[in-house]
């Protein structure tokens, strides 16, 4: 099941506190990005926030579960979206401890075609 473009807006308005938030379209589901990293998945209308350390200790009782058959493990947040200060707080920590993307080798600019909030 794909998810909603209405839910990816309400999680997009959610945090963008975090910082400069845009989401793109991916087979049928969604990569949510801050600062331009990609920081969680909306897959089937669910949440999922890319694991890190801090993110752990932030979150306290985790669930984790893959977004899509044989993905890793993410972190699902099932209902603690509606905190918009938590889970912009979520958010910003997980992007200042992910790396900035890499361009590949041969890699042309297409532009971009995420959507920003």
């Known amino acids: 099941m794909a998810s909603d473009q209405d839910f990816v807006e309400f999680i997009a308005d959610q945090i963008r506190?975090?910082?400069h938030i845009s989401y793109r379209k991916m087979?049928?589901?969604?990569a949510?990005?801050?600062d331009g990293k990609v920081v969680a998945l909306v897959c089937d209308n669910q949440l999922f926030i890319k694991p890190t350390e801090k993110g752990r200790s932030y979150i306290g009782n985790i669930c984790e579960a893959p977004p899509?058959?044989?993905?890793?493990?993410?972190?699902?947040i099932e209902?603690?979206?509606?905190d918009r200060e938590w889970i912009s707080g979520l958010i910003k920590i997980t992007a200042d401890q992910l790396?900035?993307?890499?361009?590949?080798?041969?890699?042309?600019s297409r532009g971009d075609s995420r959507h920003p909030v």
């Open 79 to 82: 209902d603690a979206f509606e």
């Open 68 to 76: 899509y058959p044989g993905a890793r493990m993410y972190f699902l």
């Open 99 to 108: 790396p900035l993307p890499q361009k590949r080798k041969g890699e042309k």
């Open 32 to 34: 949510v990005y801050c």
């Open 17 to 19: 506190d975090a910082g």
């Open 27 to 30: 087979f049928g589901e969604y």
